[in-house]
């Protein structure tokens, strides 16, 4: 609900003061964190540069944290922390040795789906106060182990990881109106969802013979583990795209989405995709009323995009789901189509809160065009419940195992 803009005149305020300050912030966000700060008067310089090191005020990738992990800073401020919630990682490790040396520090996200993504970063703050150098990827295990060995009292503010504690914060989350009213006070009406079903999905038998035909094998002789598919090329097959071909077998989804399109007369649209060989195929369907936005787009061509879809120039922006889906303000459109189901419940809601945003003042439609029986209606299922990536890893892991019995 702005976030950079809060943060903005926070980093002004200790400029102010004279104290350094480090913005940390995924690649796509940096330039809207610079436009935001310079509008009020603060120039953020690039830390990892030589030239701009030694501003008051710098920003900085999660990936160039290395550049500056020496630095000593009053003020860091971390957005998108669920980013760096995997304390074990290499960036969480970089990014703590920095917060650890600073006086305040600032986390912010605005992904809180549930109670397991708050004391992720809530046990990452107290994590901030142990003298251990490395804390194992599992926080929850090592809270227990050491607050077992220390007797500490299982509450909310250290002990979060616990039964006790998840119940209690899920509790206080759920007493906590604050969100309802900041969308009540600035006027952003409801978001409806609709679902609509296609059959798009590529036979998952054929794959398996024609697997087995190309390695000389007996189909009925095959070992039921044997062949079965990685989740994201299951997701694929769903889709109607071939993975390893890198061609659209079933053109379903487009036709779909072409459809809801020509519904909609003349309101602009996002699609959100996943897969830049699916994405190209939809851009190229709707012509020259679309731009392409995908993760190999260079930051020109992708603010000229954005550009022009924000003036009206373009009706249509196709974009995947990792490129764009945080921090940037899309609310002139009112419509978004979700082409590619996908199971990480933070990239979902990122990129439903594209149109969902302050100053948006029509009432918002998503649609999502899944494929019947395949695959893409577990992953409802997994959002719908709001696993963790782990555990819908596992879920979908096990469905795969079910459809692949079943096309043997």
Known sequence: MGKTYVGARMVAKEVGRNHRVLVVAPPSLCRAWKDECASIGVILGDAWKKKGKDAVATICTYDRLKYVVTEKYDLVIADEAHRIKNYSSQRGKRFRTIATRADQLLMMTGTLTN????????????????????????????????????????????????????????????RNARFRKLREEMDVPDLVEELRYVDSGIDLTKKV??????????????????????????????????????????????????????????????????????????????????????????????????????????????????????????????????????????????????????????????????????????VMTVLNRKMSLHEAQTFLNKRIDVRYRNAR
């Open 115 to 174: 109670y397991r993504d708050a004391s992720e970063l809530l046990n990452y703050l107290w994590c901030l106060g142990t003298e251990k150098d490395e804390i194992p990827s599992r926080i929850t295990e090592y809270h227990e182990n050491y607050c077992r060995k220390k007797r500490v009292s299982a509450n909310a503010e250290v002990w979060v990881s616990t039964p006790t504690g998840q119940r209690l914060l899920n509790n206080a989350i759920k």
């Open 209 to 378: 013979i024609d697997a087995a035909n190309a390695l000389n094998l007996d189909y009925e002789q095959i070992d039921i583990n044997y062949g079965q598919p990685h989740i994201t090329h299951a997701l694929m097959m769903a889709n109607g795209y071939d993975h390893e071909d890198r061609v659209m077998q079933n053109t379903a989804k487009i036709e779909a989405i072409k459809d809801v399109l020509e519904d909609l007369g003349d309101e602009q649209c996002i699609v959100w995709v996943y897969w830049r060989g699916f994405a190209e195929a939809v851009a190229t369907a709707l012509g020259t009323e679309c731009r392409l936005i995908y993760g190999g787009t260079s930051p020109k061509q992708k603010d000229d995009a954005i550009a022009e879809f924000k003036a009206g120039t373009v009706k249509y922006l196709v974009a995947s789901i990792g490129s764009i889906a945080e921090g940037h303000n899309l609310q002139n459109c009112r419509y978004s189509i979700v082409a590619n189901q996908w199971y990480d419940v933070i990239k979902d809601r990122q990129s439903r809160g594209r149109i969902e945003r302050a100053g948006q003042k029509q009432g918002m439609v998503q649609i999502r065009i899944v494929a019947e029986g395949t695959l893409e209606e577990d």
